[in-house]
C-alpha cells in the first residue's frame, strides 16, 4: 500500500484505507457495478413483452411519432380581461417578505413570475442576514406547491368557525399550543382570542428549540434573554458543540459575520481563530481552525476546564473537582491562551441546551469581557426557541384532564414530542382538539377539527426576531387552495375582532406600535412592506417583554431562589461528573432541521455536508469505535437507550468522539407527505425532557450493536473521484510530466496557514507557477472574448460547505430530482455539487484532521475536453468564455462526461417530468412536483426541461447574464460590476463565491483572478478553466504538540 | 454526314432512359404536391376551416382556400416552377422522338435496316441492366429521396403561413393601417420584456368603452360586442397563438425591439395590411441565424458597453449572436 503523506487529502474513509473495493473501482468511470441486471430485469422495467407485443408497439410508435410529427397543436394565448398595473407578463417581479422555515427569520426576496412564487433570494438590507439564505429557505419555495397539504377544511369554514366557537363557549380550559411566536401580532392575536375563554393558556413548543441560553441569562444577569452573537466582531470563536454555521439558532446571520473574519486581506493578513469541541462531527466543527473531539458525556467537565483555566488567568477562584478530559486538555489550555488574549473581542458559545451549561458559558464570556461587545444582550434574539418545560407540564395537564380545547397551530407533538404516546394519550382527554394545520400530519390526523393554514408565502405577518427589527411576511401569492392563514382563522374565532383580515392586523399593529410621526401612516407601512422590515423605534411591548409576561410566574420564582449572578459550584454540582460510557447526541441536519419543512425533494436530496448521504437518516460512528467493531458505512446498527431503539445504517465519520454516536432528527414520519414517509427513524424520543429544558444528548444506558444486516446508502462523495497521485488516474493521463514534483504535489484543494500566508502570499499555491510555465505552450487556438468573459471565483477560506448553493442552482436552474435509487446509481443530477476532503489521521483525537469544503460546478475551461470529444458540436465555447451545452444537438453519446476531468456533467437517463417511477410513492416521489398541475408552477420558465438522452450541466446561469446584459443595452450604461449575480453567488451566506467579467480590469472577478492565492482545479492538465479557487488558509500554526505526535504517528492500515 | 448522325443517334440512345427518369420523377413530384395540396384544402374548406392542424401541410394552396389576401406565395411560385420544367421534360421527349425519326429516315435513305420502336425498347432494356446504368441511376433516385426528405424534414414544425380562425376577426388593416396606431399602444409588452402580449381587454376599451368606438367600419357591431362582452362578464378572450417557438429557444421581444431597434414588420411581415394575421416568416433556426449574419448593429451601443472591438464590429453574428447559449438555454 502506497505511504499516505501526513498533508495528503482524502475524501472519505475507504480511499483513506484503500480498500480492496475502492482500488477496484477507482479504475473505472463509474466505481461501483451498475446494477444493470436489476434496472433492465422484466419487473424493474415493468413491462411483459413477446417479439410480437414488442413489433406492435414499435410499429405503433413509429406510427404515432410520424404523425404526431405533421400536427401543430393549437395553442391557445389568453391575456387578462384586466391586466394588474403590478403584473408585467414575461418580467420577474421582487417581494420582500420574511423566511419562515426555521425561528431565524431571515429576510429574504421572493422572486415571481407571472404572478407565482418560483425562486427565493435573500434581502441584502436585511439587517441579520444581509443577502444570505441557507438551503432550506431556498427550498421553501418547492413547499408551497406541496399538493399534498391539507387543501380545504374538514368541514365548511362556516361550520367549522361555529364548531370551534360553541367549542370554546363550552367552558373548561382552552389552550393554543403553537411554535416559538416571534410576531407581536400573532401574540396579540393569540392573546385577544384567549381573553374570551375564562380559563386559557398559550403554550409555545419548539421540538428542537434552544431555551436554556434565555434561563442562563435569566439566573445571571436577571433577564432571559437569548442575546444576539456577535461573530463579527469575535476575533477568537471557541465553541462546545454548536453548529452555529449549520443548524443553531441562526445560521446565516452566524456565518455572514463568521466569514467576515475570514476574509484575509493581502495587504493586512488576519483572521478570526475557531476552536470547536464537539463529539459528533458537525459542519461547523469541520470549518474549525482546532477541532477536538470531546465525548457527549464530557463536554460539561471541558467547558469547566476552560473556565478553570480562564478564571485563572483572571484571578479567579477555580470550580474544584473537575477532570479535564485527557484528549482536549491542550486544546482548552491553546483555546484560554487565545480568548484571554482577545479579551473583548473573544466569543465562546455552547449548543448544550441544559441551564447550568449555559451558565458556565456566560461566566466564561463574562470574565472574558465579551458582553457588549461580542454579545449583545440589549438587541434579545427570539430566534432560539420556547420553553420546553412549558410543553411537558401542559401534557400532563391535558392528562389529568384540565384542558377542554387545544388548538394546535402548526405543531406536531405526536412526531416530536419526546413522549408522544404520553401526549397522544393527553390528547384524547381533550374534548375539542383543533388543529391548524399544514397538513394532515400525525398529530393533525387525531384532531376532531382540522383547518387548513397558509404557507408563509400567502401570509401577512409582522416578525420581530431580534428586539426592535421587525421583518415583515407578505403574500407573494394568492392560496393556493380553500386554505386561510392561522391568525386569519383565530380572528375568525374572536368575537370582538375588528377585521378578520391579518392585512388589517399586521397595518394597524404597525402604524400604532412604530409609527414616528414621519411622512404618513400609509407611506410608512408601505415603506417597510416594500424594504422588508423596519429597525428603528421600538414597540412598547416586544416579543420579549410579552414573552416575559407569559412566564412572570416562573420568573418571579427564580428571583426569590436565586438572585442574578454567577453560582459556578452550584453549576459544576448542576453538570455533575464526567461520563464514561457510549453517548447519543441528538442534531438537527443541514438542510432538513428539525423536519418540519422537510416534505421536499430538494431537501431529501441535498446531501449532507459532512457525510454526502441523501435522503436517509443515518448514525454517525466514531472511526475508533468503527476499527474496534468493524463497522463500515451501511451496516444497520442497532441504538438503543432509555428504552426507545433505532435500527439504522452506520456512517463512519473520522475524529468523532470515540464515545459518541450521532443521529439527526426530522426522519421516521408515517404522514409527513409521500416525499419524507417511511424515510429513516425518529430520532426524537431519544431527546428527553432533563428538567424543564429538552435534553438532546443521552449520556447512560446507551447500546449500540451491530445487526448483522446491511443497507444500501446513497453517498455522492465517492462519485466523481479524482486520482491524482496514481497512474490512470487524471494526471497520470499528462505522461512524460508526471515526473515533476509540482504536478504530483498539486492537489484539488490547496491550503496553508495564515503564518505561511504573512511570510509568502503565495503560500501552499507554491507550484502554479511551475504549472503556468509548462502550460505556457500550446498547439490550440485561443478563444478571443472581445466583449465580456465571464469567471468566477470561490473563496475555499469563506465557504463554509453549507450547501445553500446547491438548492439555490437546483431551484433556478430546473434541475430534476431523481431520488434515492437513482443516486445510489450514481445518477443524481446536481449541477453543482460540493466535495468535502479530509486531511490527517481519522482517528486522530489531537484535532489534527482537517477537512475542507470545495464546491464544484462547470469549470467552462477554454480547452474543454468535453468539447474535443463531442461529436455532434453539442457542446461549443461562446465568444464570452462559457462552455455551452446544447440539449437539442445532443443525441447522448456521453463522450463528453467521460473525457471531463471535473465530473461535473450530468446525464439525463430518463424523462424525470413523466416516468412515472420519479412519481411513484415506492420512490418517494422525489420529482413529483414536476408531474402535477401545482408542482409544476415552481419551474423557472426562463431554463428549458431538459428531455431525456441529453447531457445537462451548470450553465453559469446564463439566463442570469443574458437578462442582465440586456438591461445594460436598454439602460444603454455599461455593465456595472455585480450587477450580474449567479443564482450560487447570490444565495452564499459567506459571500465565498463571485462573478463577473474578466475583461474588466477592475472587477472583483479580475482581482481575484490576479491573486497569489488564486488557482485552477487541477490546473497541470491545463483545461484552462474560467472558474478558480482561492487556497484556504488555517489559523492554525501547527501547535508545539502536533508536531510531536506527527513525529510519533505512523499511517495506520486497516 | 453518317458518322455525324450516329454519333448524334448513339448519344440521344444513352441518355433516352436517364431523360425519361427525370420527366417522369418531375411529372410525379409535381402531380403528388398538387394532390396532396387539394386534397388537403378540400378537407379545410369541408370542415369549414378548423382544422387548422393540417393547414401546414397543404403547401401553400391552402392559402387561397382558407381566403387570404396574398396572391403569390413561394409555395405557388415552386409549383408553377415544377409545372414549367415537367413540360419542358415533354418537349424534350417530344424532340427525341422526332430527331429519332429522322435518324430513322436518313438510315432508310442510306440503306440500313431502320430501328423500331421495339429495337430501342430492348436496347433501352440492355441498357438498364448494364451495371454501370444501374447504379448511376439508383445513386440518382437515392439523392433524390435524400434531397427529397431533407426539405420535407426541415419543414416539418415551421408553420409559415399558418393562419388559424381568431376568436374575434380583428383587422389589423383598420387598427395598424388605416388608422395608423403603433403597434407598441396594444403590443405593449414588446418594449418591457419577454413577451410583446396580446393586449388585455381594458386596453381595447380604451377605445371602445361604452361612449366609444362602438361601430367598425368593415366588421360591424358584431365584434365590438364581443369585446364589451368580455369585459363585463370577465371571461377572457381565447385568441390563438400564431407566432410558436420552441420551448428550447428564448426569444426576448425588448432585447431585438429596443436594443435591437428591430422593426416589427422585419419578423412579423405587413401585419398593417392583414385583416387576419398569419405567420409571415418561417421562424425556423435559419432564419433567426440568417438575419444575425447580416443585421448591422448599433456600434455606438457597444462601445457605451465597453466592448474590445465596438469600433469594428458590424453584424449581430460579430457581437456573439449565433452563439447557441444566446437563445438556447
Not at chain 1, 493 to 504: C, E, Q, R, V
Not at chain 1, 967 to 975: G, Y
Not at chain 2, 311 to 316: P, S
Request: glycine share 8%; aromatic share 8%.
Amino acid at each position: 500500500m502506497e505511504e499516505y503523506k501526513r498533508n495528503d487529502y482524502w475524501n472519505g474513509l475507504e480511499e483513506y484505507n484503500n480498500t480492496p473495493q475502492y482500488q477496484e473501482g477507482k479504475s473505472k468511470e463509474f466505481k461501483e457495478d451498475l446494477p444493470l441486471e436489476d434496472a433492465l430485469s422484466e419487473e424493474s422495467l415493468g413491462v411483459k413483452a413477446n417479439r410480437r407485443d414488442f413489433l406492435k408497439i414499435f410499429g405503433f410508435g413509429l406510427t404515432a411519432a410520424a404523425l404526431a410529427a405533421c400536427e401543430t397543436p393549437v395553442k391557445k394565448a389568453i391575456p387578462f380581461v384586466v391586466k394588474p398595473d403590478t403584473v408585467t407578463p414575461g418580467v420577474a417581479n421582487w417581494y420582500a417578505s420574511t423566511c419562515q422555515s426555521c425561528a431565524a427569520g431571515c429576510g429574504i426576496l421572493v422572486k415571481t413570475r407571472e404572478g407565482r412564487p418560483i425562486k427565493v433570494e435573500g434581502n441584502p438590507s436585511s439587517p441579520f442576514s444581509k443577502g444570505g439564505v441557507c438551503a432550506t429557505g431556498q427550498a421553501s419555495v418547492l413547499n408551497l406547491y406541496d399538493s399534498t397539504r391539507m387543501q380545504k377544511p374538514s368541514s365548511p369554514w362556516a361550520d367549522l368557525d361555529a364548531a370551534v366557537a360553541s367549542a370554546v363557549a363550552g367552558g373548561g380550559k382552552v389552550v393554543v399550543l403553537t411554535p416559538r411566536i416571534n410576531s407581536p401580532v400573532s401574540l396579540k392575536i393569540i392573546k385577544d382570542f384567549l381573553a374570551q375563554a375564562g380559563s386559557s393558556a398559550h403554550v409555545q413548543y419548539s421540538p428542537a428549540g434552544i431555551d436554556a441560553i434565555a434561563l442562563a441569562h435569566q439566573n445571571n444577569f436577571g433577564s432571559a434573554v437569548t442575546p444576539t452573537y456577535k461573530f463579527q466582531n469575535a476575533d477568537v470563536v471557541v465553541s462546545f458543540g454548536a453548529d452555529f454555521l449549520g443548524t443553531w439558532i441562526s445560521p446565516v446571520e452566524f456565518t455572514k459575520g463568521y466569514s467576515s473574519k475570514r476574509k484575509v486581506n493581502p495587504e493586512n493578513p488576519k483572521m478570526s481563530k475557531h476552536y470547536q469541541f464537539e463529539s459528533i462531527f458537525s459542519l461547523t466543527g469541520s470549518n474549525a481552525d482546532l477541532r477536538i473531539p470531546v465525548d457527549a458525556g464530557q463536554d460539561g467537565a471541558a467547558l469547566l476546564s476552560l473556565y478553570n483555566l480562564i478564571a485563572a488567568k483572571a484571578g479567579q477562584s477555580p470550580v474544584s473537582g473537575v477532570n479535564t478530559p485527557a484528549g482536549a486538555a491542550e486544546g482548552l489550555k491553546a483555546a484560554a491562551d487565545s480568548l484571554w488574549s482577545a479579551k473583548g473581542h473573544s466569543l465562546v458559545v455552547s449548543g448544550s441546551n441544559n441551564v447550568a451549561m449555559q451558565e458556565v458559558v456566560n461566566a466564561i464570556n463574562s470574565l472574558l469581557g465579551n458582553y457588549g461587545k461580542t454579545i449583545d444582550m440589549d438587541t434579545p434574539s427570539n430566534q432560539a426557541g420556547a420553553n420546553y418545560g412549558d410543553m411537558v407540564k401542559l401534557v400532563s395537564e391535558m392528562n389529568a384532564g384540565g384542558v377542554a380545547t387545544l388548538i394546535m397551530v402548526d405543531v406536531n407533538p405526536v412526531y416530536n414530542y419526546h413522549d408522544s404516546a404520553t401526549f397522544a394519550a393527553g390528547l384524547a382527554k381533550v374534548k375539542n382538539v383543533v388543529a391548524l394545520s399544514y397538513r394532515v400530519d400525525e398529530t393533525a390526523a387525531l384532531a376532531t377539527i382540522k383547518a387548513p393554514i397558509n404557507h408563509s408565502m400567502e401570509s401577512w405577518d409582522v416578525l420581530e426576531p431580534k428586539k426592535g427589527h421587525y421583518s415583515i411576511v407578505q403574500p407573494t401569492v394568492r392560496p393556493l387552495f380553500d386554505t386561510r392563514q392561522w391568525q386569519e382563522s383565530l380572528l375568525a374565532w374572536t368575537k370582538d375582532a375588528s377585521s378578520t383580515k391579518m392585512l388589517d392586523a399586521c397595518k394597524a399593529w404597525f402604524t400604532s406600535a412604530l409609527y414616528n410621526g414621519a411622512g404618513s401612516t400609509k407611506a410608512f407601512w408601505e415603506k417597510a412592506v416594500k424594504e422588508g422590515g423596519y429597525s428603528g423605534s421600538m414597540a412598547p411591548m416586544s416579543v420579549m417583554d410579552a414573552h416575559e409576561e407569559m412566564h412572570e410566574e416562573d420568573a418571579a420564582e427564580v428571583a426569590e431562589g436565586n438572585s442574578a449572578g454567577f453560582d459556578i459550584a452550584a453549576a459544576a454540582a448542576a453538570i455533575g461528573g464526567a461520563k464514561d460510557g457510549k453517548a447519543i447526541v441528538v442534531y438537527q441536519k443541514v438542510g432538513v432541521l428539525d423536519g418540519h419543512h422537510a416534505n421536499n425533494p430538494h431537501i431529501m436530496e441535498l446531501p449532507d455536508p459532512m457525510t454526502k448521504v441523501c435522503w436517509d437518516n443515518f448514525v454517525t460512528i466514531p472511526y475508533t469505535m468503527a476499527k474496534a467493531e468493524s463497522i463500515i458505512d451501511g451496516d444497520l446498527m442497532k441504538v438503543a437507550a432509555g428504552g426507545y431503539e433505532v435500527t439504522l445504517p452506520a456512517v463512519v465519520l473520522p475524529a468523532q468522539a470515540a464515545n459518541t454516536v450521532g443521529i439527526c432528527v426530522g426522519y421516521g414520519r408515517t404522514a409527513g407527505g409521500r416525499v419524507i414517509n417511511n424515510i429513516g427513524k425518529n430520532a426524537y424520543p431519544f431527546a428527553v425532557a432533563a428538567g424543564n429544558q429538552r435534553s438532546y444528548t443521552v449520556t447512560e444506558g446507551v447500546s449500540v450493536s451491530k445487526t448483522g444486516e446491511k443497507m444500501t446508502l446513497a453517498k455522492t462523495q465517492y462519485y466523481t473521484g479524482y486520482d491524482l497521485r496514481d497512474e490512470g488516474g487524471v494526471a497520470g493521463g499528462v505522461s512524460g510530466l508526471k515526473n515533476i514534483e509540482s504536478r504530483i504535489d498539486n492537489f484539488i484543494v490547496k491550503d496553508t496557514t495564515l503564518d505561511q500566508y504573512k511570510e509568502k502570499k503565495y503560500a501552499g499555491n507554491e507550484n502554479r507557477a511551475g504549472i503556468l510555465h509548462e502550460n505556457s505552450l500550446t498547439l490550440w487556438k485561443t478563444h478571443k472574448k472581445k466583449g465580456y468573459h465571464w469567471g468566477m471565483s470561490v473563496d475555499l477560506n469563506s465557504c463554509t460547505g453549507c450547501s445553500a448553493c446547491v438548492v439555490s442552482c437546483h431551484t433556478e436552474n430546473n434541475v430534476p430530482m431523481v431520488g434515492k435509487k437513482e443516486v445510489a446509481t450514481r445518477r443524481d443530477m446536481h449541477w453543482m455539487r460540493i466535495d468535502r476532503y479530509f486531511k490527517g489521521n481519522p482517528d486522530a483525537m489531537d484535532g489534527s484532521l482537517q477537512v475542507a469544503h470545495q464546491p464544484l460546478m462547470c469549470q467552462h475551461c477554454d480547452n474543454a475536453p468535453c468539447e474535443t470529444v463531442c461529436p455532434v458540436l453539442a457542446t461549443v465555447h461562446s465568444d464570452e468564455g462559457l462552455n455551452q451545452q446544447v440539449y437539442n444537438r445532443c443525441v447522448g453519446t456521453r463522450y463528453c462526461a467521460n473525457n471531463c476531468p471535473y465530473k461535473v456533467r450530468r446525464f439525463n437517463w430518463f424523462s424525470y417530468y413523466s416516468n412515472d417511477k420519479f412519481n411513484s410513492d415506492e420512490r418517494n416521489a422525489p420529482n413529483g412536483h414536476m408531474f402535477d398541475s401545482v408542482g409544476s408552477l415552481v419551474l423557472n420558465p426562463d431554463v428549458v426541461i431538459r428531455a431525456r438522452g441529453v447531457m445537462e450541466k451548470c450553465s453559469m446561469c446564463v439566463q442570469r447574464i443574458q437578462e442582465g446584459k440586456l438591461k445594460a443595452k436598454v439602460a444603454r450604461k455599461a455593465l456595472e460590476d455585480g450587477a450580474i449575480k449567479t443564482a450560487c453567488q447570490q444565495s452564499c451566506p459567506a459571500d465565498a463565491i463571485v462573478f463577473g467579467d474578466l475583461n474588466d480590469p477592475e472587477s472583483a472577478i479580475s482581482k481575484h483572478f490576479s491573486n497569489e492565492r488564486f488557482y485552477h482545479a487541477l490546473e497541470e492538465v491545463k483545461t484552462l478553466p474560467t472558474v478558480g479557487y482561492m487556497t484556504k488558509i488555517r489559523n492554525n500554526n501547527t501547535p508545539e504538540w502536533h508536531k510531536m505526535s506527527e513525529a510519533t504517528t505512523t499511517n495506520t492500515e486497516v | 454526314m453518317n458518322s455525324i448522325c450516329r454519333a448524334i443517334h448513339s448519344k440521344i440512345a444513352r441518355i433516352l432512359p436517364a431523360i425519361l427518369l427525370l420527366s417522369l420523377f418531375f411529372a410525379f413530384s409535381d402531380a403528388s404536391a398538387s394532390t396532396m395540396g387539394s386534397i388537403f384544402s378540400f378537407n379545410a374548406a369541408a370542415n369549414g376551416g378548423e382544422v387548422i392542424e393540417t393547414l401546414d401541410l397543404n403547401f401553400g394552396i391552402g392559402q387561397e382556400a382558407t381566403g387570404g389576401s396574398l396572391s403569390v406565395s413561394r409555395d405557388s411560385v415552386y409549383t408553377s416552377l415544377a409545372v414549367i420544367v415537367g413540360v419542358l421534360a415533354l418537349v424534350v421527349v417530344l424532340l427525341v422522338f422526332i430527331s429519332a425519326n429522322l435518324i430513322n429516315l436518313i438510315r432508310v435513305r442510306e440503306g440500313e435496316e431502320a430501328y423500331s420502336f421495339g429495337g430501342t425498347l430492348a436496347l433501352t432494356g440492355r441498357m438498364l441492366k448494364n451495371r454501370s446504368v444501374a447504379i448511376g441511376g439508383n445513386l440518382v433516385l437515392f439523392f433524390g429521396v435524400i434531397v427529397f426528405l431533407t426539405v420535407t424534414a426541415r419543414g416539418v414544425g415551421l408553420h409559415q403561413g399558418y393562419q388559424p380562425v381568431q376568436p374575434i376577426k380583428f383587422s389589423h388593416t383598420v387598427h395598424a393601417g388605416t388608422l395608423k396606431m403603433d403597434c407598441q399602444y396594444c403590443h405593449s409588452g414588446a418594449s418591457l420584456g419577454k413577451n410583446a402580449w396580446i393586449p388585455s381587454v381594458n386596453v381595447c376599451m380604451n377605445c371602445h368603452n361604452a361612449s366609444g368606438v362602438g361601430e367598425g367600419t368593415i366588421t360591424g357591431t358584431e365584434e365590438i360586442a364581443k369585446i364589451r362582452e368580455a369585459y363585463d362578464t370577465g371571461v377572457p378572450v381565447e385568441w390563438v397563438r400564431i407566432h410558436n417557438l420552441p420551448d428550447h429557444a428564448y426569444f426576448n421581444h425588448q432585447q431585438h425591439v429596443v436594443a435591437g431597434k428591430v422593426a416589427c414588420q422585419t419578423c412579423h411581415g405587413p401585419v398593417e395590411t392583414m385583416d387576419e394575421v398569419y405567420q409571415f416568416s418561417p421562424l425556423s433556426m435559419g432564419w433567426c441565424i440568417n438575419c444575425h449574419r447580416t443585421t448591422r448593429v448599433d456600434r455606438d451601443l457597444y462601445k457605451i458597453l465597453g466592448r474590445e472591438d465596438a469600433a469594428t464590429v458590424k453584424t449581430v453574428e460579430d457581437i456573439g449572436g449565433t452563439n447557441c447559449a444566446r437563445c438556447h438555454y
